[in-house]
């Protein structure tokens, strides 16, 4: 950044500047109290929009030169673009055709990285090497590590809090994995060397044994069914022969009482018959008329009547008139004879079926005894039979018994491999786990992208103690600054502002603004500020478009290198004067 013009009105101590830069460095020299720290202020102002004498825009006024109303600050850049800061409001114009760097205030003040505490200096290097803690860039360097893409995505949106946070996240993400480790592994403490080659305990499983045994349990189920078939045809058998047997038993007891049942038959039919003609005879008395209608015999020409004699048999009897009257006694017996005739009728009538059961139930005797008898089993047959069949079923529960076993200890052996599968991966997600904590510690990828930001700005300081003559400032990885190998808040007032000058020139330099103030340049002594301007006449030209230095003189130097212009200010003014001689 080149600056070609600065303007002040009534800024502070500044109260009328206007000068024209025409060399790359030039040095602002006066008397105590003249304007030039004022001066520095308004450039960092209109530059920045920032104050470092007040901390409220409210506080603008303060900036104004006492006794006057407003004031400005202009700063030309290249001949053409100008910025500046209008007080009391604090109206700045931003620079359009420069995107203001980070690493601007930094060139503008340079105990400003002295003051950073020890992370935000790390994280001002990262940023003026170009180098993101969150993004692309650490996923990239993760991936180079050959850590899990998956697990860089899980962390990746920690970096954002920067890479303490995203390791703790990798850490606590490991320590899950090991808690989950020991659940999976029945309570084990974890250990790296363990975990590699843990397997879990799983008893013999035989597959083949297995096979036979469900093999062997078939054949067992085989005789079970063929046995328990004939067990069943055998009590079949022995059921039908006993049921005919009973059934023989009994037609033999039916058919016994055939001759009984004739008998009785033929009593009970002539006890009917006499009852029929008790009964005709004596409805006939009862009724007054005869029993039949008399005939004439072809042979005497008499009257004759057929009736059944007492066997039962027609025969020819002298018919006899019927008495005029009907009898009493005839009819007050006929209810009785006629009662027992039903009797002898329905006596006749068991007979005959009582007979006829006894017919049949000797032809169905006679019909089975021809056909053949039911052999029934043997009741020892049977015995054994049922016998086998209890040990069969014996042996099946056995052979289920073994085939349980045997399918336990398969499973078990299923869940064990299944163990040591879930333990390797558990594992495994604990090494990746820490495979990026480890890249996310202070040594890993942040220790590398550290040299990456210090290697530059230590090689810069390096080749500006060269020239200056000054002692060597190095910034650590710790972010301790040293000069001369002396930690930073142990040296001298004016060994501070050299290494602070050297590194505000090294970020110039690193940055790309090429642009460096420096302020109370006077606290060297005169060989320190010749060492200054020499070094900084080196720089100038090349490295470092402008630089401005401020410092309290008596007069300005008599002789300065041709790349050197000085301005004194007096009195808030300043313009172009001739050296003191």
């Not at 063929?226 to 022995?238: C, F, N, P, S, V």
């Not at 320190?528 to 900084?536: A, I, Q, S, T, V």
Request: hydrophobic share 40%.
């Amino acid at each position: 950044m080149k600056i070609t013009a600065i303007q002040t009105s009534n800024f502070l101590g500044a109260r009328a500047v206007d000068v024209k830069l025409t060399k790359p460095i030039t040095l602002f020299a006066g008397k105590n109290g003249a304007g030039k720290s004022s001066l520095s202020e308004a450039v960092r102002m209109a530059l920045t929009g920032e104050s470092v004498r007040v901390g409220l825009k409210k506080e603008y006024g303060q900036l104004v030169t006492e006794g006057a109303n407003s004031g400005f600050a202009e700063i030309e850049i290249n001949g053409t673009v100008r910025t500046f800061v209008t007080l009391p409001d604090g109206k700045t114009t931003p620079l359009t055709e420069y995107a203001t760097p980070t690493a601007l205030p930094y060139v503008l003040d340079a105990q400003r990285f002295a003051r950073l505490d020890t992370n935000e200096r790390r994280a001002f290097l990262f940023g003026l090497m170009g180098l993101k803690t969150d993004g692309p860039a650490v996923r990239e360097r993760l991936l180079a590590k050959e850590c899990d893409a998956a697990k860089i995505e899980a962390v990746a949106p920690f970096l954002r809090a920067g890479f303490d946070a995203a390791q703790k996240e990798a850490q606590g993400k490991a320590r899950e994995s090991k808690a989950q480790w020991k659940t999976t592994t029945g309570g084990e403490t974890y250990g790296a060397v363990k975990a590699a080659s843990w397997q879990a305990k799983k008893p013999e499983a035989d597959a083949g044994a297995l096979q036979d045994a469900r093999a062997d349990l078939a054949a067992i189920e085989r005789e079970i069914e063929q046995e328990t078939t004939r067990l069943g045809e055998l009590q079949g058998k022995a059921k039908q022969a006993a049921e005919q047997q009973a059934k023989l038993n009994g037609l033999r007891q039916q058919a016994s009482q055939y001759a009984r049942a004739q008998d009785k038959l033929n009593r009970d039919e002539a006890e009917l018959k006499e009852w029929e003609r008790k009964v005709e005879e004596t409805r006939a008395k009862a009724s007054g008329t005869s029993k039949h209608d008399p005939l004439t015999c072809p042979h005497c020409g008499g009257l004759v009547e057929i009736d059944n004699d007492d066997a039962g048999q027609p025969a020819l009897y002298a018919y006899e008139p019927p008495a005029s009257a009907p009898n009493p006694e005839a009819k007050a017996k006929l209810p009785e004879y006629e009662k027992a005739l039903k009797l002898c009728q329905n006596m006749v009538a068991n007979g005959k079926r009582d007979l006829e059961a006894a017919d049949t139930a000797a032809r169905a005797l006679k019909e089975i005894e021809e056909a053949g008898l039911i052999e029934a089993p043997a009741d020892d047959e049977i015995a054994h039979s049922k016998s086998r069949v209890d040990g069969l079923k014996h042996d099946r529960a056995n052979q289920q018994a073994a085939i349980r076993l045997l399918e336990d200890a398969i499973q078990q052996a299923l869940v064990a491999d299944e163990r040591t599968q879930q333990a390797a991966a558990l594992h495994n997600d604990v090494q990746q786990w820490e495979a990026i904590a480890d890249a996310l510690a202070p040594d890993g990828i942040p220790g590398e992208m550290l040299a990456e930001a210090l290697g530059p700005i230590n090689d810069r300081l390096r080749s500006s103690s060269v020239l200056s003559e000054w002692e060597q400032v190095t910034i650590s990885p710790d972010m301790w600054i040293t000069y001369g190998g002396r930690e930073y808040n142990l040296i001298s007032e004016s060994e501070k502002w050299r290494a602070d000058a050297m590194i505000a020139e090294a970020v110039a330099k690193l940055s790309g603004i090429r642009l460096l103030v420096l302020d109370r340049f006077d606290v060297l002594d005169s060989k320190g500020r010749e060492d200054l301007l020499y070094w900084l006449d080196g720089e100038s030209g090349g490295d470092l478009e402008t630089v401005m230095l401020f410092g309290t003189l008596k007069a300005l130097p008599a002789q300065l290198p041709e790349t050197i212009e000085a301005v004194w200010i007096e009195n808030g003014v300043a313009g172009k004067v001739e050296a003191a001689a």
